[in-house]
């Protein structure tokens, strides 16, 4: 059974705004942008994690194609990127680029993940996963990366960054 979510997450704070907002409750960053990590879909997702979302309520039940769906570690809620050409992750650094995905509320910095640590990019055929010469690598599937060749990315494809491990969906 597939499950199919767009919620409004601020890509600043990463709060969870209401259906209509156009700009973040918490933090007043415009989310109507192209760019803006606001869209999810969710397909094939282990039972708990599926009957999670399930459970997050029909304000959630929109479809925009294209978007990806991270499950951080152990986290129950998931990091929610509206997909575009390249998605960089990392941790952000004060005077520093952030990057698409900042791992920073994850315990990052701790767990080994680079300031820009990997990139997803999108492909005509799905997804490709590159480790960008992190100081402590980037797994798929339990295979480590070599640095700065793509790899493809599957739904549900486990993936680790340093010692910080997430799945993937889309």
């Known amino acids: 059974m597939a499950y199919m979510i767009v919620t409004p997450i601020c890509p600043n704070c990463r709060y969870d705004n209401d259906e209509h907002a156009q700009y973040c409750a918490q933090c007043g960053t415009p989310l109507v942008d192209d760019l803006k990590e606001t869209t ?7 039972p708990g994690q599926a009957a999670h979302l ?6 959630h039940t929109s479809l925009l194609v294209g978007a990806i769906v991270l499950f951080v570690g152990s986290e129950s809620s998931p990091v929610i990127i509206k997909s575009r050409d390249q998605i960089v ?10 990057p698409n995905v900042d791992l920073n509320d ?15 990019t999108h492909t005509g055929g799905g997804y490709t996963l590159t480790d960008l010469g992190s ?8 295979q480590r990366l070599e640095p700065n060749t793509p790899y493809a990315l599957c739904s549900s494809d486990k993936i680790q960054f340093g010692q910080l491990v997430l799945s993937a969906y889309f």
């Open 135 to 142: 100081a402590n690598g980037t797994w798929l599937n339990d």
């Open 89 to 98: 992750i990392g941790r952000g650094a004060p005077g520093a680029q952030p």
């Open 40 to 46: 999810l879909r969710v397909a094939d997702l282990p």
């Open 106 to 120: 994850y315990d990052g910095y701790t767990l080994g993940v680079s300031r820009r640590h990997a990139v997803i």
């Open 54 to 59: 399930k459970r997050m309520g029909s304000r």
